[in-house]
């Protein structure tokens, strides 16, 4: 069974900087890529960045030069930087996982609460 936690989300003030991490655990030997979600109330889940295995990342416009992603294949971790918060960055942040060996399959973390308040 795959595990992702999430960890590192909080209440800030607008304009700070939090970091979120993810760690995964279980049987998952090759992967597609990782990446990060937010979902904020009333809102669709969507994409905030993403990362494959050759370290490739994607970011969402509305986080671009603000939002890091980075991925850790020694600790089975990938993080998320989040500089220059704003108040529109208020979200649950789920981490993603696509694997493709042993199976292809699509995992997600219970989600982590950020709040940056205005």
């Known amino acids: 069974q795959v595990q992702l936690v999430e960890s590192g989300g909080g209440l800030v003030q607008a304009g700070g900087s939090l970091t979120l991490s993810c760690a995964y655990s279980?049987?998952?030997?090759?992967?597609?890529?990782m990446g990060w979600y937010r979902q904020a109330p009333g809102k669709e889940r969507e994409l905030v960045a993403r990362?494959?295995?050759?370290?490739?990342?994607a970011y969402a416009d509305s986080v671009k030069g603000r939002f890091t992603i980075s991925r850790d294949g020694i600790k089975n971790t990938i993080n998320l930087q989040m500089n220059s918060l704003k108040h529109e960055d208020t979200a649950v942040y789920y981490c993603?996982?696509?694997?493709?060996?042993?199976?292809?399959?699509?995992?997600w973390g219970q989600g982590t609460q950020v709040t940056v308040s205005s």
């Open positions: 279980g049987r998952v030997f090759r992967i597609r890529e």
């Open positions: 990362i494959t295995t050759d370290g490739s990342p």
């Open positions: 993603k996982l696509n694997s493709l060996s042993p199976y292809s399959n699509i995992y």
